[in-house]
T-cell receptor, first 116, second 112 residues
Framework: AQSVTQPDIHITVSEGASLELRCNYS??????LFWYVQSPGQGLQLLLKYFSGDTLVQGIKGFEAEFKRSQSSFNLRKPSVHWSDAAEYFCAVGAATEYNFNKFYFGSGTKLNVKP | SQTIHQWPATLVQPVGSPLSLECTVEGTSNPNLYWYRQAAGRGLQLLFYSVGIGQISSEVPQNLSASRPQDRQFILSSKKLLLSDSGFYLC???????????FGPGTRLTVL
């Protein structure tokens, strides 16, 4: 069965420090991978996506993520965190079902706090 | 450009009352539509998805139902709310099932 694991529930980093949020997935084929960000009480905004090709993908707000097939991982990174990055981050994998329909499976999220 | 709307933004309802949450998408045609529920401290649970008018697929047995009366309208309903129906409900759309989903602002439902 498909699943997504975000092992860190909460992470606190200092403003200006680097950030890496972990995401591991379980899926038999090459997945479609996504990172979303959610501010409190808001919907989810797409940060970046991976479908195929270059395994290092660039997103909005200075984020990037790297797909590592051997590790079944799609970790999100940012070299220098800003206070406005404080939010909850969700990793998702799109996987084909028996009806060839792509369903999204979301991780449980990682809440990022940024210290001034 | 495409936009997605949800209303109401917040809702407080007594147990046993009916529910109707609405989601509409503008700027695209024949989108795939999705309803998710987000419980506190948990990820998103897919409730329903629809690939066309009148076509609804349910992911989990529950007290809720969904309908798609028009191409860009998706409604989440219940005849009698339970306490466990409280949560944050998100509507999303995608161009097709292989592509990224775009989320609405959500509805915070509290059942008392």
């Amino acid at each position: 069965a498909q699943s997504v694991t975000q092992p860190d529930i909460h992470i606190t980093v200092s403003e200006g420090a680097s950030l890496e949020l972990r995401c591991n997935y379980s899926y038999g084929a090459t997945p479609y991978l996504f990172w979303y960000v959610q501010s409190p009480g808001q919907g989810l905004q797409l940060l970046l996506k991976y479908f195929s090709g270059d395994t290092l993908v660039q997103g909005i707000k200075g984020f990037e993520a790297e797909f590592k097939r051997s590790q079944s991982s799609f970790n999100l990174r940012k070299p220098s965190v800003h206070w406005s990055d404080a939010a909850e981050y969700f990793c998702a994998v799109g996987a084909a079902t028996e009806y060839n329909f792509n369903k999204f499976y979301f991780g449980s999220g990682t809440k990022l706090n940024v210290k001034p | 450009s495409q936009t997605i709307h949800q209303w109401p933004a917040t809702l407080v309802q007594p147990v046993g009352s009916p529910l109707s949450l609405e989601c509409t998408v503008e700027g695209t045609s024949n989108p795939n539509l999705y309803w998710y529920r987000q419980a506190a401290g948990r990820g998103l649970q897919l409730l329903f998805y629809s690939v066309g008018i009148g076509q609804i697929s349910s992911e989990v047995p529950q007290n809720l139902s969904a309908s798609r009366p028009q191409d860009r309208q998706f409604i989440l309903s219940s005849k009698k709310l339970l306490l466990s129906d409280s949560g944050f409900y998100l509507c999303a759309w995608s161009r097709d099932s292989l592509r990224e989903q775009f989320f609405g602002p959500g509805t915070r439902l509290t059942v008392l």
